[in-house]
């Protein structure tokens, strides 16, 4: 690659914390070689057509810095191409990003992209629109709505996650739905339903980015404060763990409804969409820069996560260190089930203040859960060398 193309989100959480002249400098390494590197800071309305126009260009890749909406948009511009497409994370939750093994600090991750290769990775698909890492209706939907609403919260990043999980938690109700599986219909009684492309282990890493599966996980827990835990666990890991959210693997999936549009929060992007909605998977569609490997990594899928997949999920190289967020989550949590029905008790025999006060609880357990994914969330540190002052 000789021509690379840098597209900066102006308001990207690493790009407003650390500075864009910072975020620039740093950026000058990838010039290194002789190759020609142009940069461009843009605001997010113009991100869409910046992408697009990239798309056109004589540049050989196209390199992101922002959330996973941006590289959203990015992925389904370039998908089908040829053009290399290579992540910052400079977003909130980087998904694509940790799994390419892309560091959080802005030199670290310059670092990696120059000693990035290429590979060829899946994108799934939702009615024909390509997405990268997942997409969700019903309270996962709600959550992103409310997130939206919460930006910039005078309370700060975690209470606006505590409450954006209230407000998602009263506009949440359970619904039915038929969810086909490879043509296998099935009506379900559920609060959301998430849809992800390949398999996420328990600390939200993919093992491998090209399995060519769709995973849905279903959150069929009838409680309030199930359905907070639900989330909570999402958050932390522990989902996998968790008896109120089923998870079964396909390749097709569609989800249908009584209500004609839906909500649907896709890689960051909240959508209404006409329902059915129809999932696919576009084996190998997109290549995208992938950083070393710095040791082996474990798969992290459960061996009975898809019987027709058992095995398949060996580890290709992607992520680039284990999340103690998901270890300690796990250590610490206690047995799910009794405690899941010990709370549909309580809140079933003693009316609408305690169950307010149990979904408050539940609210509190998820800003609790959501400080501990700062290891996510680029902070001033990720502005800064090893060793130089804050």
């Known amino acids: 690659m000789r021509r690379i193309l840098v597209l900066l989100n102006a308001r990207a959480g690493t790009v407003v914390d650390c500075g864009a002249e910072t975020v620039t400098a740093a950026l000058a390494a990838l010039g290194e070689g002789g ?10 309305k113009g991100m869409p057509a910046a ?28 998908a089908g191409t040829g053009k290399v497409l290579g992540v910052l994370p400079f977003g909130t939750m980087n998904l694509l990003a940790r799994d390419l093994g892309m560091p959080a600090g802005i ?6 992209l120059t000693s990035a290769t290429p590979a060829d990775i899946d994108l799934a698909t939702l009615d024909g629109r390509p997405f990268h890492s997942l997409s969700g ?8 709505r409310a997130r939206e609403e919460a930006r910039g919260h005078s309370l700060g990043r975690f209470l606006g996650v505590a409450w954006a999980a209230l407000k998602a938690l009263r506009r949440s109700g359970r619904f039915r739905f038929e969810v086909a599986l490879d043509g296998h219909r099935e009506i379900v009684d559920a609060h959301a339903v998430l849809v992800t492309n390949n398999r996420f282990g328990p600390d939200w890493r993919r093992p491998r980015l090209d399995e060519g599966l769709l995973e849905v996980h279903i959150a069929e827990d009838a409680s309030t404060l199930g359905l907070a835990r639900a989330g909570a666990d999402l958050l932390t890991g522990g989902w996998r763990d968790n008896p109120g959210i089923r998870s079964v693997t396909a390749r097709e999936v569609t989800i249908a409804h009584v209500r004609r549009r839906a909500w649907t929060a896709t890689d960051g992007e909240l959508v209404r969409a ?3 909605l129809h999932y696919g998977v576009v084996p190998r569609a ?8 710095e040791r082996p990594p474990t798969t992290a899928v459960r061996a009975d996560a898809g019987a027709d997949t058992a095995g398949e999920a060996e580890p290709d190289g992607g992520g680039w260190r284990d999340m103690e967020r998901g270890v300690s989550a796990r250590a610490a949590r206690p047995a799910r089930a009794a405690d899941a029905a010990s709370c549909r008790g309580a809140i079933a025999g003693t009316g609408h203040r305690r169950a307010w006060t149990s979904t408050s609880h539940a609210v509190a357990e998820i800003a609790a859960e959501a400080a501990k994914t700062a290891v996510a969330i680029p902070s001033r540190s990720a502005c800064h060398p090893p060793g130089e002052p804050l």
């Open 286 to 293: 997109l290549t995208i820069l992938k950083a070393p490997t």
């Open 51 to 78: 992408i697009a126009e990239a798309a056109r260009t004589s540049h050989d890749a196209l390199v992101v810095g922002g959330g996973d909406g941006s590289v959203n948009l990015a992925a389904r511009a370039l």
């Open 274 to 276: 006409a329902v059915p």
């Open 35 to 44: 190759r020609e590197v142009d940069v461009h800071l843009v605001a997010p």
């Open 137 to 144: 209706i019903g309270f996962f939907s709600q959550m992103a």
């Open 107 to 112: 030199d670290a991750a310059v670092a990696a």
